[in-house]
Structure formats: C-alpha cells, structure tokens
C-alpha cells in the first residue's frame, strides 16, 4: 500500500513540475538518441511492437517516464532508460518529440524530396555520391583510404582486424567511429595506444578515416552460436535487470547508426569481452547516460562469456 502511495505522490508530483520545467526541444534532440534504436530518430518507429512518438502531447509523454521510473508503469526496457533521467530531460525529450512531424506528415516530406542515388568505385571501396550519402558521411572517403594507413597495423586494411583483441572498423557506423576517435583525443574512452594515434588527428581527419571503414564489408565472425547469449540478447534477463541487446544494437547486430548505437554482428570476440568487462568495472565510460554501464555491472563472467560468443556468430 505504501509503494502505490508512493508512486502515486511521485507522479502527481512530476505531473506539477513538468507545468514548471519548461522542455528545449534542441536539448532533447541530442538526449533524443537512446529513444532512436526503438522509436526512430524522428519518433516514427520501424519496429511495430514499439510506440511511434512524433506528435505525441508533451505532458503525456512525461507522465508515461515518470511511470516507467517510479515503477508505476512496468517495462523491463523502458525501466532502466528511465531510472537516469532528471526531471529537465524528461522535459527535454517531451518537447523534442512534441514537435516532430507525425508519420503521415512526414511520408509527404519524402515523398517531395526524393534524391536519386550513384556510387562510383574507388579500389576495392564502394563510394556513394547521393546526397544522403553526403548526410551519413561528414568524411571523404578517398581521403580516409590515404589516412587509415596508420591503422591497418591493428585494425587490417579494409578495417578486418586479425588481431582479436583489437575491434573489427568495416562496416561500422561513421558517425560511432568518428565519436570514438574523438573520445580517446579528449580523454573520455582510455587506452594508451589509441590516444597517441589520435592525438594528431583533426575532426575532418576522423571523419574521414570513419567514412572510409564505414563502406567496407566487414568479414563474417568466427564465434560459435550460445543459446543463453541468444536469450540474453533478445530477452535481457528480468531478474537481473539486464536489458536485452536486440534494442539498441538490432535484430542481427548491425547497430544503428543514427543513434550512435555500434554494429556487433562478427566483431571479434576478445575484444567483445574486454569491452563489456571494462564497462561493468568503470573503466570505460563514453556511453550515452551510463546505459552500457547500467547493463554490464549486472552481468557475471559468464553472462559476458555467452553473450559474446552469440554476437561474435551473428552474420
């Protein structure tokens, strides 16, 4: 009885505050990327099981995470993205999706704007010239060819890593390499090795060397399938509060590129595991609102263990 008291006093509450905390729709714009790998970048969903939030009335939209993260409203997704957010991002985000463009008002727009798509061949890279091309790509990729010649040491030529605890770059989204390159130059992801390579680096630099490993075709991975990773990264596990990875990284790991969220499918397992491990004990912590980390501090070794050999298979 307590508990629904609670709750009921927590969400009647926010309800009076989000009156007073007034949303800024470009400030929930940029926290609006953890909500795009299941309600789109725009809140048009591409997943059926999932709400479409373009359009929606702010102050619904506000009530429904005020539930989520009291507990009022269960969802063992929509918890654990909840438990973080502050009164002004729950705000934020309200005002954010509160001025997109409903689906049928956004299939007009493209309707009126569709560009025709070429791509022309530089070596062995496919280089495409559309203009969402231009839109996905902030990089040149004949340029990032030349640069990421520092890399092929570790990360191979085409971006297929031979070395295991090194990440495979081919095929992963530019805007999540170039985040990376960026982390390690500033300080906010470590690793000693990576930080002298970028430390010369410009922002075009890193555009580049992201555009030209994201138009390689990564090689397929070589772990073996694991029926508990399966179900971890489908289903989560409820007891543990681990959220399922399917969400964010899709249903065959190839990530979602608009929400900053990385391709998985193939990558090389020893570097899978370190990643999740260094997560869990803190010692990475570039994640967008300690979502990775919120995850893998409820994993025992050999949660990581399965989970990883299933990503690792995925093709």
């Known amino acids: 009885m307590k508990k629904i008291i609670f709750s009921l006093l927590l969400t009647v509450g926010a309800m009076s505050t989000a009156n007073a905390v007034e949303g800024n729709a470009e400030a929930g714009k940029n926290k609006a990327v953890m909500c795009a790998a299941c309600h789109g970048a725009t809140g048009i969903s591409a997943i059926p099981t999932y709400p479409d939030l373009a359009g929606q009335n702010a102050l619904y939209f506000v009530k429904q995470l005020v539930d ?23 705000a934020d985000l309200a005002a954010f999706f509160a001025s997109q463009k409903r689906a049928s008002e956004q299939a007009v727009a493209a309707d009126d704007n569709t560009a025709p798509a070429a791509s022309t061949s530089a070596g062995n890279v496919d280089v495409v010239t559309s203009t969402p091309a231009k839109a996905l790509y902030a990089g040149n990729v004949k340029s990032g060819q030349e640069k990421s010649a520092m890399c092929a040491s570790c990360h191979g030529v085409d971006g297929n890593s031979p070395v ?14 170039a985040k990376q390159l960026a982390d390690f130059k500033s300080g906010e992801r470590k690793d000693p090795v990576m930080m002298g390579m970028v430390a010369a680096l410009s922002e075009q630099d890193m555009n580049d060397i992201a555009a030209y490993f994201a138009v390689q075709t990564p090689t ?17 596990d409820a007891k543990k509060g681990i959220t399922a990875c399917v969400a964010c990284h899709g249903v065959q790991g190839k990530g979602m590129a608009q929400a900053g969220f990385p391709a998985l499918a193939g990558q090389n397992a020893d570097y899978l595991k370190k990643q999740i491990a260094s997560f869990r004990d803190g010692s990475r912590g570039n994640d967008s609102n300690n979502m990775m980390r919120d995850i893998a501090i409820k994993m025992s070794d050999s949660d990581i263990e399965e989970l990883v050999s299933y990503m690792s298979a995925l093709k």
Request: aromatic letters at 10%; glycine letters at 12%; zero cysteines.
């Open 220 to 236: 397929v991975g070589i772990g073996e399938s694991s029926a508990l990773g399966h179900k971890l990264y489908f289903g989560g």
């Open 164 to 177: 295991a605890i090194y990440p495979k770059l081919a095929g992963q989204s530019a805007s999540y390499t």
């Open 68 to 90: 989520f993260k009291s507990g009022a409203r269960t969802d063992m997704m929509m918890a654990p993205m909840a438990a973080n957010l502050s009164e002004q991002d729950m």
